[in-house]
């Protein structure tokens, strides 16, 4: 079975259930779920999709071999600990589980890296540093989980996942699938600095902007978070700009291209947005979680599900189409209208997570029969009789 069948259906869930929180609250019906909805929405929903797509696509990103059933079954049992654990109140076990989650990936991508020649993509270094950062802030959260002191400021190791691990892999997966998978015009090339098969100035271009992004949390940790976020916003735009080119419009115009596209813009906004607003940082986040990635996971989720399904391109904007975007548009216009209006703050962040699980339960109603099950083969069309037989023939004789 391919893992995206089991971890996206878990991703799902817990998309809908992170979200669903802050509309329980609103209600009354229990007390302030921040810690809970962050590790749902990061280290649940996040990261389920994170793995499957991984185990997914890692065997042909590296040219080697299929996920293995102890992969994927160590992957999925320990995502769905984790929201057994968390929903359960043992932050410990939770951490735990997460972190499993994240060694499965790391040892199926050293099992396969290094082995093939020519080796894997450039862009698999943003994989590479996106989980060892996702390792250094799980560690730190299940050191805090067994009474450990915080490490860093507030929130520090939560953002080594969200802005570590996840902008990470995001930033270099979508350089690699986006530019491919939106139509845009010489999708493998970097203007002014590399060629399609390049892979000198590529690695030089890549390992400079890794540091930069280290350089970024480095600052935030000294207490300097606008340095820190100018230096992240600046090396996301490059990447954006110069590896997704996001400068140009979609060759292939369908929804699921401008998703990708505006996904993009989504991410560089927000990041520049919470360097220019540091009072309130929340609100240019949420344009790059529930903007940026939210839309991202939307419509990679959907080239997966449909391209490995064996259910054709056409099939794609069933799955993604304008009532998801809106639902997913219309929940992050609340979330950030809670920012700058107080006195209604509850009342939107729960609209904003009941529009956001909305969303994703329309995709998942859609996606879900296709996750299931894998398209038959087309039939092949009848054998055209030929011309000459009927003109030709020989009339019956009665």
Avoid: N
Wanted: net charge positive; aromatic share 10%; glycine share 14%.
């Amino acid at each position: 079975m391919e893992p995206y069948r089991l971890l996206f259906p878990l991703g799902v869930a817990y998309a809908i259930a992170g979200a669903l929180v802050w509309t329980v609250a609103a209600l009354g019906w229990m007390p302030y779920p921040g810690p809970l909805h962050r590790a749902l929405m990061i280290q649940g929903f996040e990261q389920s999709f994170v793995v499957g797509f991984l185990l997914t696509a890692l065997p042909g990103l590296t040219h080697s071999e299929r996920c293995r059933p102890a992969e994927l079954a160590a992957g999925f049992a320990a995502m769905a600990a984790f929201g057994v654990f968390a929903f359960g109140g043992w932050l410990l076990g939770a951490q735990i589980a997460g972190l499993a989650a994240l060694l499965t990936l790391v040892v199926a991508a050293a099992r396969r890296l290094g082995r093939r020649a020519p080796g894997p993509a450039e862009e698999l270094l943003f994989v590479a540093f996106g989980l060892l950062a996702g390792l250094a802030g799980g560690a730190l959260l299940a050191a805090q989980a067994a009474g450990a002191p915080a490490w860093g400021p507030p929130r520090f190791a939560e953002r080594l996942l969200s802005l570590g691990m996840v902008l990470s892999l995001v930033l270099g997966v979508g350089g690699l699938l986006v530019p491919t998978f939106a139509g845009m015009r010489g999708p493998l090339v970097i203007p002014g600095v590399a060629g399609p098969h390049e892979r000198g100035p590529r690695r030089a271009l890549y390992l400079s902007l890794i540091a930069v992004f280290v350089a970024a949390f480095t600052a935030e940790f000294l207490g300097r978070a606008v340095p820190g976020a100018l230096l992240r916003a600046a090396a996301a735009s490059a990447l954006g700009l110069l590896v997704w080119k996001l400068f140009r419009l979609p060759g292939r115009r369908a929804l699921s291209s401008f998703a990708m596209w505006g996904a993009g813009w989504l991410v560089i906004a927000g990041l520049w947005w919470v360097a220019a607003d540091p009072a309130r940082p929340m609100a240019g986040l949420h344009v790059v979680f529930l903007g940026g990635f939210g839309l991202l996971t939307f419509a990679i989720a959907t080239r997966v599900v449909v391209a490995h399904g064996g259910h054709g391109i056409a099939a794609e904007p069933v799955v993604l189409g304008p009532g998801v975007v809106t639902l997913l548009a219309l929940g992050l216009i609340a979330r950030l209208w809670a920012d700058f209006q107080p006195a209604v703050a509850t009342m939107l962040l729960g609209a904003s997570g009941a529009l956001w699980a909305a969303g994703w339960a329309l995709w998942g109603w859609r996606a879900l029969p296709r996750i299931a099950r894998t398209a038959p083969p087309p039939r092949p069309a009848p054998a055209p009789i030929p011309v000459a037989s009927i003109t030709h023939a020989s009339p019956r004789r009665g």
